[in-house]
């Protein structure tokens, strides 16, 4: 049994402008686009919890947070800094992980087993690492318990804001059941209207649901949906996701919504991670996509292209089915990126311990 700790940071990108202006403290900060008197296109990317109250929630048009609070604080997005608050606070999570997963600026997976022995120990474990997490930043941050990934998210949502919260293996169907589908963690909003029109309104629906009948409509993912839905999933924690991946990025010098652009954009930078696989002498299965779009929130996507291969080709044409499938219609973009994992051995080259042992 594994012990998996989901650590998220509040509020982030409000919290981190709050540490360098306590005057803001009191009041609602949007951090988003220039509301520009609400007339200005542009989302909120982050709100704090006073914000909150007022209906203003990330992902809303910055138009309409302007029309409930007028006078709250509108900041910029200053991703720099954040990133090097993001850094310092999963500085302090590394240590207190057996596998460490970042997963995005603002949350990390990490596997604790053996660090801890039972679920109980591991809520003043989690309540340790939010201290030190504070101490060291500042910052304030939410930690989920459970024996995989799903429940160890599940719970840190449950917990906010500034909770820790463990959900152990024997509560964990309980725990879910009630839920309505979507609230399920990688299930959106498209999977949760399949499965709703499929009967399955509840998580507990869905864990009562007939495996076949899932497989037959979603194929290999069904039977993750079920098993998440059980509270029995079991994706291992990544670790060191970075360094096991050859990528780059790029940001357009201006934002753009042109898909020809974009194509172009990550048709070079196929080619260039070509070349650098090549130079590796290594095989990949999985293609990443990443969109960061001008509000600076983020959409990854990865498929698993079911064999291992180093043509450049292939890399873009399914970089180009990802980005087609996770694209959100008419946003502009700001940087964008390609990476490729799940390396094999390559004709017999350089075997892969050798070069990440290098
Ligand atoms: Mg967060």
Known sequence: MKIILLIDMDYFFAACEELRHPEYKAKPVVVGADPKGGTARGVVSTCNYLARKFGIHSAMPISMAYKLKKDAIFLPVDYPYYEKMSNSAMQVIKTFAKKFEQVSIDEAFIDVTGKVDS??????????????????????CSIGIGANRVIAKMACEAGKPDGVKMVGPEDAQFFLAQMKVGKLYGVGNKTAARLEAMGYKTIGDLAKANLANLVNEFGVWGGELYRSARGESDDEIIENYEIKSIGRERTFENDTNEREKMIKEIESISKEVGEEVKKQGVSYKTVTVKIRYSDFSERLKSKSIGHYTDDPREMFENAVR??????????????????????????????IAEFFSA
């Open 322 to 351: 990802l980005f087609d499938s996770s694209i959100e219609e008419g946003r502009t973009v700001r940087k964008i990126g390609v990476r490729v994992s799940g390396f094999g051995k390559s004709k017999g080259q350089k075997r």
């Open 119 to 140: 679920f109980e120990q591991a809520i003043e474990y989690a309540r340790r690492l939010k201290g030190s997490i504070k101490q060291e930043t500042g910052l304030p």
